[in-house]
């Protein structure tokens, strides 16, 4: 089953019914760091006081029509994290090892949240917030995109060896956030079963969400039940 994480520390990936193996977690970290971005007066929006992962996990709205998997989701507690090291070169990251979930970008998140939820017609959804150092946010959003416009069309074998092919294309902004981005995802398995996943990055100040759908190919996707306008102007408030 493949879980979830694609952007800046907060990016997430879940296959309902497939044997890809990335975890949500992992995945989402690989998302991270890399190349400098200029901050803005809004992109480098950092409150005095960061939110921890309990506060995070507090800001997220229950999807309608999603149930929350209690066991799958987590967060960093009450207090903040140091951050995971990792090469700060973007270029050195491989398409494959990012998919896994076997890179780690410097800096990772301060804090952060990942919750679960379950779908009707076997779809998942995951929704990660975390929250960087102060003036990290808008270059950990560049560095995940940039890898996303790299990594367009590649394979990989998980850690069973099963051969995956991967097919991203770069969907328009949605206005959300300081910055947005859409990726969308075709990955077909060793026994051409075929998964379709959207994942949609938003950055906000220091924070940057990361919300992905998946499931089987053809699956539709309900944007309009996802919270993202909600947990935006939630960090707003909190002086992101």
């Not at 506060?55 to 929350?68: C, D, Q, R, Y």
């Not at 924070?207 to 759908?213: D, G, L, P, R, S």
């Not at 053809?218 to 935006?232: C, D, E, K, Q, Y």
């Amino acid at each position: 089953m493949k879980a979830a994480g694609v952007l800046a520390s907060i990016l997430i990936v879940a296959t309902a019914g497939c044997s890809h193996d990335t975890t949500a977690a992992a995945r989402h970290n690989t998302r991270t760091s890399g190349r400098k971005a200029t901050p803005t007066a809004q992109s480098s929006a950092h409150p005095s006081v960061p939110l921890t992962g309990t506060k995070l996990s507090s800001l997220v709205p229950a999807p309608p029509g999603f149930t929350l998997n209690r066991a799958a989701s987590s967060d960093t507690g009450s207090r903040r994290i140091a951050p995971v090291t990792g090469p700060d070169n973007m270029a050195s990251v491989s398409c494959g090892n990012r998919e896994a979930g076997k890179a780690y970008f410097y800096p990772g998140p301060i804090g952060n949240t990942e919750r679960h939820y379950s779908g009707h017609r076997s779809i998942s959804l995951d929704i990660f917030v975390s929250v960087y150092a102060s003036g990290v946010g808008a270059r950990d959003f560049d560095a995940g995109i940039a890898v996303e416009r790299r990594c367009r069309n590649f394979a990989y074998k998980d850690k069973d060896g099963l051969p995956y092919a991967v097919s991203n294309t770069i969907g328009p902004p949605l206005g959300l956030g300081d910055q947005s981005g859409v990726i969308n995802q075709t990955l077909t398995g060793p026994n051409a079963d075929s998964y379709t996943t959207q994942t949609t990055f938003i950055q906000v100040g220091d924070a940057v969400i990361t919300v992905t759908e998946t499931g089987p190919k053809g699956s539709p996707v309900n944007r309009a039940a996802l919270p993202l306008a909600a947990i935006v102007a939630a960090l707003r408030s909190a002086g992101y």
